[in-house]
């Protein structure tokens, strides 16, 4: 089994920052890409950034400049960091991992999801 745990989620005021955290664990043989998405109420989830494991990075449009996505592999770690946070990016932060079990087995598994809410 694979587990994706979030952490860092929270409220902030607009023009502010956070740093969400996923750390996975379980039975990993390797981890590709890990990535961000998020899903605000009555819209659909949506990318925010992804990394691969040689450290490529992939950000959505409207995060660009504000949002940067890293990854401690030796920890199976990958982090967001949100900054000039506007209220359009209150959402549930999900974390996706594409992990490798064994050689040749890939499996998407994502996390719990974090509330971040930005006031006005």
């Known amino acids: 089994q694979v587990q994706l745990v979030e952490s860092g989620g929270g409220l902030v005021q607009a023009g502010g920052s956070l740093r969400l955290s996923c750390a996975a664990s379980g039975s990993i043989f390797s981890i590709n890409t890990m990535g961000w998405y998020r899903q605000a109420p009555g819209k659909q989830r949506e990318l925010v950034a992804t990394i691969t494991s040689g450290l490529s990075t992939n950000y959505a449009d409207s995060v660009k400049g504000r949002f940067t996505i890293s990854r401690d592999n030796a920890k199976s770690t990958v982090y967001l960091q949100m900054n000039g946070l506007k209220p359009e990016d209150t959402a549930v932060y999900y974390c996706?991992?594409?992990?490798?079990?064994?050689?040749?087995?890939?499996?998407?598994?994502w996390g719990q999801g974090t509330q971040v809410t930005i006031s006005s």
């Open positions: 996706y991992g594409r992990v490798e079990r064994s050689v040749g087995l890939r499996y998407d598994y």
